[in-house]
Every structure is written in C-alpha cells, then in structure tokens.
C-alpha cells in the first residue's frame, strides 16, 4: 500500500527485486540499506508461510525510476553488513499486460483451453506455480481437488446479469464471507464487474460459494489460476469457471 501518484516516466519502472539478503535481515534494515539512493516507496521481504523465515527476497520501489538505477549500480554484488554472500539487485519483473499473456500461453497450450480436465489443471498448475515464482517470486498452494463433484451447484444463475463477461464460481466460502472478500481477491486480476456471496434465507449467512464476473477471459483465466487451492482462513477455496448444467434434461 503506497500513496497513489500521477504516473510519470520518471517514477514508471521504479521496483527492485534484490535476492540473496541474509535471512536475519529485517524490513528495517532492507530499507536502511537502500534509503541512501533516494525515497522508498514500499519495501517488503518475502517470507516462508509456514516457517515465517525470510526467503532471502525481497522488493524495493523507489520515488523516482533513476534512484532505483542509482541502487543497483552501488548495491549490485555487494556484500552488505552481516553477509557472506553478495546479494543480487535488479530491475522487478512488471507484472505487465505482456507477463500475463506470456504466462497465460504457457499456461494454455491446448486447444480446448476453457474446461481443462483435473489433471491437465494440475500439470498446468505446477507449470503456473513455478512461472509466478520465477516472475515475482509468488509461491501458491494448489488443491488437487476438483471442482468436478460441485458444479452442480453452478448451475444458479445470477438475476439481472445475464451474459455479462465470464462467471467464475467460488466455494468454500466460510459463514461469515461477504462479498468485500471476493472484491479483494479477485480485483487485482482484472476487471470485476460483479460480486455475489449466496447466502442462507433464514440465517443470512453465507452458503459457502459465491460468484464473481469479469469482463476478459484472460483475466479471469488468470484469477481461477491462481486463486484455486488458495487457503482462506482455514478453508481451501476451489475456483472454476460457472458451467451452467441447467439445460440438461
């Protein structure tokens, strides 16, 4: 979270990547090392989930583009303080229009892209997992449940929005789950146009599913891609596509 600034070419492509930091350096210390080539922006270090050690990764984004070429050149192949390795500092991968199609081809090589099977969604899966960790460092979790014995369910169809871009379906939803949660995960992907959480008549309380929409197939292909086998509390949630099984007789 940053404050939002007009965009500029002298503040566009301003985020570092820095690997190899000792895993005893802390945020503070990440930023105290950087802050002598200009105004940080945000700062983080990636950490494992289980263990909450650091991966030895971790993002810089400066003010201004030029500070963070200033950072490299000083920083790159250094040794800094309590280190016996020199770290790495680079230029972040932007999670660009072009990073997305590039994952997304490699994701989609098949000709019947839309419903993969389970199997082919885990292979595909583990190919995902290991490009958004080469691009951004980002490790998911994958459940190999299928959404197969669900879709049943799907067949809801949400009033007044008929058509509207892709239907994503959302289950494992926890009791209390509103649709601000579904707004939150699924926003960074692309376009939402629709949230809805389906909720008990009686109680008001979620069901344990939810629908979102979004307008672009490869946003939302995106979304389920990453977003299925994620953990929610202490829920798995499973996210496909909405298959509508109404029409059958």
């Known amino acids: 979270v940053s404050y939002a600034r007009p965009s500029s070419a002298s503040i566009r492509d301003a985020n570092l990547y820095v690997s190899g930091l000792p895993k005893t350096m802390t945020q503070k210390e990440l930023e105290q090392l950087f802050s002598q080539y200009g105004r940080i922006i945000t700062s983080r270090?990636?950490?494992d989930q289980v263990t909450g050690i650091s991966r030895g990764v971790g993002f810089i984004r400066f003010d201004k583009r030029i500070e963070a070429e200033e950072a490299i050149k000083g920083l790159n192949g250094q040794k800094p303080p309590g280190a016996t390795?020199?770290?790495?500092?680079?230029?972040?991968?932007n999670?660009?229009?072009k990073t997305n199609q590039a994952i997304l081809s490699q994701l989609y090589q098949s000709p019947n892209r839309r419903y993969p099977g389970p199997l082919a969604q885990q292979a595909q899966r583990f190919r995902l997992d290991n490009l958004l960790n080469m691009a951004y460092g980002v490790k998911s979790r994958f459940s190999p449940m299928t959404i197969d014995g669900?879709?049943?369910l799907a067949g809801i169809n949400i009033p007044g929005h008929p058509g509207t871009g892709w239907c994503i379906f959302v289950y494992n939803l926890a009791p209390d789950a509103d649709e601000s949660i579904l707004w939150q995960m699924f926003g960074p992907f692309g376009?939402?146009?629709n949230v809805k959480v389906?909720?008990?008549?009686?109680?008001?309380?979620c069901k344990g599913f939810g629908f979102?929409?979004?307008?672009?197939?490869?946003?939302a292909a995106m979304?389920?891609?990453s977003l299925n086998g994620y953990r929610l509390g202490d829920r798995v949630l499973q996210v496909s596509f909405k298959t509508n099984k109404t029409h059958k007789a």
Request: zero cysteines; aromatic letters at 8%.
């Open 223 to 225: 979304a389920i891609a």
């Open 85 to 93: 390795e020199p770290i790495t500092v680079k230029f972040a991968n």
């Open 150 to 152: 669900m879709t049943s």
């Open 45 to 47: 270090i990636l950490v």
């Open 198 to 205: 389906i909720r008990d008549f009686n109680t008001n309380k």
């Open 191 to 193: 376009a939402v146009t």
């Open 212 to 219: 979102v929409t979004m307008t672009n197939y490869d946003e």
């Open 95 to 97: 999670p660009s229009q």
